[in-house]
């Protein structure tokens, strides 16, 4: 069992580690393995009115077995969600492990007084023209500056493309 368990653990975290680095093209495992599951979870719970039961296990989900469908009871979205909060949660924690490394090159490299360039253009580039993306920019980075982990944390809650940006600027300020 414990043996199932590890295996289920690594499974999801190294999925959510994988997202976070995009497979190395932008592809997010969460689209290929996480949302997929979640959906089939779901379908067959709806078809149910139950959650249904895994098999062979939770840890080895290969197939549901049968269900026996009951008018009477009603699943609610809350149950779908307790039944797919394991591997949504490891996954999000492998992601969160993912966005690790840059943060800390990033860190590394505003502690030894380096300064990025790709950075200091965008920021001359937003001051010179004026758009409301740009002006978004400015604001973001206002807004870093002050509140680092506030930002951190509403840019990681939020499906974001640009959130490696967020945490390069994050760990060279």
Same mark, same amino acid.
């Given at each position: 069992?414990?043996?199932?368990?590890?295996?289920?653990?690594?499974?999801?975290?190294?999925?959510?580690?994988? !997202?976070? &680095?995009?497979? +190395?093209?932008? %592809?997010?495992? /969460?689209?290929?393995?996480? #949302?997929?599951? @979640?959906?089939?979870?779901?379908?067959?719970?709806?078809?149910?009115?139950?959650?249904?039961?895994?098999?062979?296990?939770?840890?080895?989900?290969?197939?549901?077995?049968?269900?026996?469908?009951?008018?009477?009871?009603?699943?609610?979205? !809350?149950? &779908?969600?307790? +039944?797919?909060? %394991?591997?949504? /949660?490891?996954?999000?924690? #492998?992601?969160? @492990?993912?966005?690790?490394?840059?943060?800390?090159?990033?860190?590394?490299?505003?502690?030894?007084?380096?300064?990025?360039?790709?950075?200091?253009?965008?920021?001359?580039?937003?001051?010179?023209?004026?758009?409301?993306?740009?002006?978004?920019?400015?604001?973001?980075?206002?807004?870093?500056?002050?509140?680092?982990?506030?930002?951190?944390?509403?840019?990681?809650?939020?499906?974001?493309?640009?959130?490696?940006?967020?945490?390069?600027?994050?760990?060279?300020?």
């Amino acid at each position: 069992m414990t043996v199932d368990f590890s295996l289920f653990a690594c499974y999801w975290i190294g999925l959510g580690i994988a !997202s976070s &680095i995009g497979l +190395g093209t932008g %592809l997010h495992t /969460f689209v290929l393995y996480l #949302g997929p599951h @979640i959906a089939k979870v779901a379908l067959a719970a709806h078809e149910c009115n139950k959650m249904p039961t895994l098999l062979p296990s939770r840890w080895t989900f290969d197939h549901f077995a049968p269900c026996e469908v009951d008018a009477s009871a009603q699943i609610g979205f !809350s149950e &779908i969600c307790q +039944g797919v909060f %394991l591997e949504a /949660f490891l996954w999000g924690f #492998g992601t969160a @492990i993912g966005e690790l490394p840059p943060y800390f090159v990033a860190k590394a490299a505003s502690m030894a007084g380096g300064t990025s360039e790709e950075l200091e253009e965008e920021l001359q580039e937003a001051q010179s023209e004026k758009s409301w993306l740009n002006s978004a920019k400015l604001t973001m980075l206002n807004f870093l500056k002050k509140n680092a982990f506030l930002t951190v944390l509403v840019a990681a809650s939020i499906p974001n493309p640009l959130f490696d940006l967020a945490g390069l600027t994050c760990g060279h300020f």
